[in-house]
């Protein structure tokens, strides 16, 4: 029965019961539809059925220059030549579309347009942000997460896998072909907020849930979620999960056959740094030990005012500092005092006024302070004696005279008190590596960005690995650590798992992977299924591609996102056939002219009557400006390059190093996605920085010269330079009219006036709206 206006809401309960994002995905069939001509493939017909509905149809088909350009943004993030717009325009064939499809989806250039739309997913960065000051905040190996994902799209790898790879690579048998490692950087190259490692699981949580799933499971980390059916107790079960896993410190080696050339050359500057660091330790500790072997008669002495004088433990602390001696071997003395006591040790009768046969060279003073005296000139003196021999003979292991011996070994036997253990780190104010940590931390970041930046370093993966013991998480009662609230169990989401067990394989990660890349969960397939129509289309079948909770506006075209999910999972979750499916068909071919009469009533095109016109994204406005000056590198892979600075690199802006911290303000004015949190959907703004940035730069100036030298070399002639200007930069000959007005441009002043001309018209065709937008 249909709810009248004054029947009460939907309870939660059937809400949650009756979501379309929780209900399984069904078969669906492509309804009959009036306009059978126009259908090219099943995806048309669910448009049509919609437009059909309300009277409408759908719009032409897109001239054929304008269909190639289309596809080649779309699906490898560069302009097609003229050459190739003029052979596909008159390539009348029925076959000529869908191999064009065919042989964009095999270039390599494909898997760096589509790697960084994951990138935004997963966000990535080159670095940590902000984590203190003197902390190392480079990822040596970030690129290799980077390289994975574009290799995993040119491979076409099942998405199912894709997602196993990223959480759980180092629980799956890969071979001798270690790369897969380097997926789990999606899980580890995230904001590091100050190393606080509850946010940085909350973060991994984030990155999992909202990236594969479109579910807000964050929400739940201080109460259950307002809105969805996520209980607290299923965020700290996720939690338990990676508070589980724990990143090593030696980073696993992608394989053999990844060596760069340089290799050999790497590791011997390594060796050379690392010879510096050790050198340094060594030293130090040498020294370090030396000194408190010189102050032995201090530490007896402290120890006896302490002892005799009822000082308190706090008391005692500010008695070491304000005598500038080390807490820990202070205690070491304490505790070997009492031990020799015990022991009736020959070396220190005297010191507990115990009778027997000591060393001779221990004379009884008349007080304790005259006895401390004794001590600190023998041990003084043992030291000479030990030094001098050691200098004439390195080999040298003991004293000749046997009670000098004795006093030696107090002083350099193994458990000395005059010693610090080297397990404490070098920030604690006991260790003797403290004064010198400064300058070790900045040797040692010297070798991480030797690994980071140079040729021949050996590529690594940042993985994640189980923890000996797993973490039998609870709940964190409103978000606060030390109020415990009750335990529970690592374990997949409770909605979404109705035989629901713990996670039984070390951490679990294995096993959330599995329940999220399964078949039968209602969100895993959907969510990418409707952002790779977000990004061919410019929005998604549903609006928020990463909610698909409750207050998500449910999808424009509910049955054709099922059709699509389930040929995406029959064909062996295969991305490169989904964009077959979209771009095939006649919905994506339509023109992108706009209709008043449909506008006003559909302004979001929701009911996709048009293609929308869309701009030229950040990477793709930069790649595409080198790309029609001649200038761009399309070298695959590597480690990242800065291109922020002038002169910059050619490379395609997929390998710009991305600063977490000090994000440039290039990307940020064209709107990159936010590295610090998972990205759905960039913003799309237009602000005078943009126009001001394509005018008066020193990259845009430098191109447009380039690209007034091609049109030189290519033509010598004024209408003929033109033309080439025009097919490079619009893959198209100019009109009688743009080439009148560029010849009036042109023809005044000097030989170098007119080469700056030229130039400047270069450059007004690369920030015109037919370069930045695609229709």
């Known amino acids: 029965m249909a709810r009248s206006a004054t029947t009460p809401p939907l309870s939660t309960l059937e809400q949650v019961a009756n979501h379309w994002a929780f209900q399984p ?45 289309r596809a080649y943004f779309d699906l490898i993030g560069l302009a097609p030549t003229f050459v190739e717009v003029q052979a596909f325009v008159a390539d009348d064939s029925p076959d000529a579309w869908p191999e064009l499809i065919d042989r964009l989806l095999a270039s390599p250039y494909y898997g760096e347009r589509w790697a960084r739309h994951w990138l935004d997913v997963a966000r990535y960065a080159d670095n940590k942000g902000y984590v203190g000051v003197g902390v190392n905040r480079l990822y040596p190996y970030s690129y290799t997460y980077r390289d994975y994902v574009v290799r995993a799209f040119n491979e076409d790898l099942p998405y199912n896998r894709f997602i196993i790879e990223q959480i759980a690579a180092d629980r799956l048998e890969l071979g001798e072909d270690k790369r897969p490692l380097a997926a789990m950087g999606y899980l580890t190259l995230g904001r590091r907020f100050l190393n606080r490692q509850d946010d940085i699981i909350d973060d991994r949580i984030d990155v999992v849930t909202r990236g594969f799933m479109a579910l807000t499971v964050t929400c739940a980390r201080c109460h259950d979620h307002k809105y969805d059916p996520i209980p607290t107790a299923d965020y700290y079960s996720m939690y338990g999960v990676f508070a ?94 009492v031990k020799w006591k015990v022991e009736e040790h020959p070396v220190f009768l005297a010191w507990h006024g115990l009778e027997g046969e000591g060393n001779p060279l221990v004379k009884r003073a008349a007080d304790r302070k005259g006895q401390i005296k004794v001590y600190g000139d023998l041990f003084t003196e043992v030291e000479r004696q030990w030094n001098a021999l050691r200098k004439n003979n390195q080999n040298a292991t003991a004293l000749a005279d046997a009670n000098w011996e004795a006093i030696r070994r107090v002083l350099h036997a193994k458990g000395t008190p005059a010693n610090v253990p080297e397990s404490l780190g070098e920030g604690d104010r006991n260790s003797l590596l403290f004064g010198q940590r400064d300058k070790l931390k900045n040797l040692r970041s010297n070798l991480d960005k030797l690994a980071a930046t140079h040729p021949g370093a050996p590529p690594r993966a940042h993985v994640m690995l189980n923890k000996p ?36 394989q070390g951490s679990g990660r294995l096993e959330l992977a599995m329940a999220i890349a399964d078949p039968t969960n209602p969100l895993t397939a959907r969510v990418l299924v409707n952002r790779v129509w977000a990004h061919h289309f410019g929005r998604g079948l549903v609006s928020t591609p990463s909610d698909f909770g409750l207050r998500a506006q449910p999808p424009s075209h509910p049955l054709l996102l099922d059709w699509l999910v389930v040929r995406f999972i029959a064909e062996g979750w295969s991305i490169k056939k989904l964009h077959r499916h979209i771009l095939l068909s006649a919905t994506y071919q339509q023109v992108s002219s706009d209709r008043t009469d449909y506008l006003r009533v559909d302004p979001a095109n929701m009911l996709l009557w048009k293609m929308k016109r869309q701009r030229l994204a950040f990477e793709t406005l930069r790649d595409g400006i080198l790309r029609a000056s001649g200038q761009l590198d399309l070298t695959l892979g590597g480690r990242p390059v800065n291109i922020a600075k002038h002169p910059t690199t050619p490379r395609r802006t997929l390998y710009g190093f991305i600063d977490r911290q000090n994000l440039p303000a290039l990307f940020r004015t064209f709107d990159f996605a936010n590295p610090d949190a998972h990205c759905p959907e960039r913003f799309e703004n237009t602000v005078p920085q943009q126009a001001l940035f394509l005018m008066n ?54 030989e170098k006036e007119q080469n700056e001309a030229f130039s400047q018209l270069a450059q007004v065709l690369l920030l015109s709206n037919e370069f930045g937008f695609v229709d």
Do not use: C, M
């Not at 048309?44 to 309300?54: C, K, P, S, T, W």
């Not at 030990?289 to 005799?308: C, I, P, Q």
């Not at 002639?717 to 097919?727: C, D, S």
């Open 697 to 750: 730069s020193p990259f845009l100036t430098a191109q447009s010269d380039k690209l007034r030298e091609f049109a030189v070399k290519r033509a010598p002639l004024g209408q003929a330079r033109v033309k080439v200007l025009y097919q490079k930069v619009f893959q198209r000959n100019p009109t009688d009219a743009e080439i009148s007005e560029a010849l009036k441009f042109l023809s005044a002043g000097s």
């Open 469 to 504: 013991r797993v973490v039998e998480p609870y709940i964190f009662v409103r978000g606060s650590r030390g109020n415990r609230g009750a335990k529970v169990s690592r374990q997949f989401l409770e909605h979404l798992s109705p035989n629901r067990k713990p996670f039984a």
């Open 25 to 69: 995905v069904k078969q669906t069939v492509p309804p009959k539809v009036k306009h059978l001509k126009w259908a090219r493939t099943p995806v048309d017909h669910f448009v049509l059925a919609r437009l059909e509905a309300r009277g409408w149809t759908p719009s032409p088909r897109a001239d054929r220059r304008t269909l190639i350009r």
């Open 244 to 337: 589980s896993s724990h990143e090593p410190k030696k980073l696993p080696l992608l394989g053999k056959g990844s060596l760069p050339p340089k290799h050999a050359a790497y590791l011997k500057e390594k060796q050379r740094q690392q010879a510096t660091v050790d050198k340094l330790v060594q030293d130090t500790y040498a020294e370090g030990r030396a000194k408190l072997r010189r102050r032995a008669g201090e530490y007896l002495e402290v120890v006896h005012d302490v002892e005799f004088g009822n000082i308190n433990k706090e008391a005692a602390v500010q008695l070491l500092i304000q005598r500038k001696l080390n807490i820990v071997s202070a205690l070491n003395w304490q505790r070997a005092l």
